[in-house]
């Protein structure tokens, strides 16, 4: 059965700082796997996805994430944090055929000015 | 452009009255979902339909109704048997059988017990 672990309810860094959200894996076929973005009082918005192909996978907004396999990892990243990136953020997986996706409970990220 | 519509986005609700909530999708997408989102707690699934004229349980039926008379559309009823029914509500759709494609969502229904 596939699940999704997000490490750490909340994240809190400074602006132009690096984000790093963990987002860790359990599938028993190789997953398809999704990062998704929630603003206050909106809906989700997809920020990339890995289906196929290279492992390091580039968004919007200039995040980025990396499928390691071995590390059944999936984290996302940024390399400098502004003020806009401060939402909840989603990590989610599906497996083959299986269209339902499973999220994980989300991680709140703080930039501090 | 095609997207997924909730109406409305803010909804209050008296003690034992049910209130309906509306998402309608242009997609073309078989399936759609309800979700219901509480603050620590992720997305909790209410319901959800792969077709016309069907739909499942998720994981949090109680106090919930839904039908699935249009490919189109997917309302929810928040029943008076719903205690708890302040939250934020999310529609969501998607292509069966296409695992990579994920989920487009609404921009969601805040609902209000007053």
Sequence with gaps: AQSVTQLGSHVSVSEGALVLLRCNYSSSVPPYLFWYVQYPNQGLQLLLKYTTGAT???GINGFEA???????????????????DAAEYFCAVNEGSNYKLTFGKGTLLTVNP | ????????KYLFRKEGQNVTLSCEQNLNHDAMYW????????LRLIYYSQIVNDFQKGDIAEGYSVS?????????????AQKNPTAFYLCASSILFRGGYGYTFGSGTRLTVV
């Design chain 1, 56 to 58: 390091l996978v580039k």
């Design chain 2, 1 to 8: 452009d095609g997207g997924i519509t909730q109406s409305p």
């Design chain 1, 66 to 84: 990396e499928f390691k396999k071995s590390e059944t990892s999936f984290h996302l990243t940024k390399p400098s944090a502004h003020m806009s």
């Design chain 2, 68 to 80: 699935r008379e249009k490919k189109e559309s997917f309302p929810l009823t928040v029943t008076s």
């Design chain 2, 35 to 42: 979700y219901r989102q509480d603050p620590g707690q992720g």
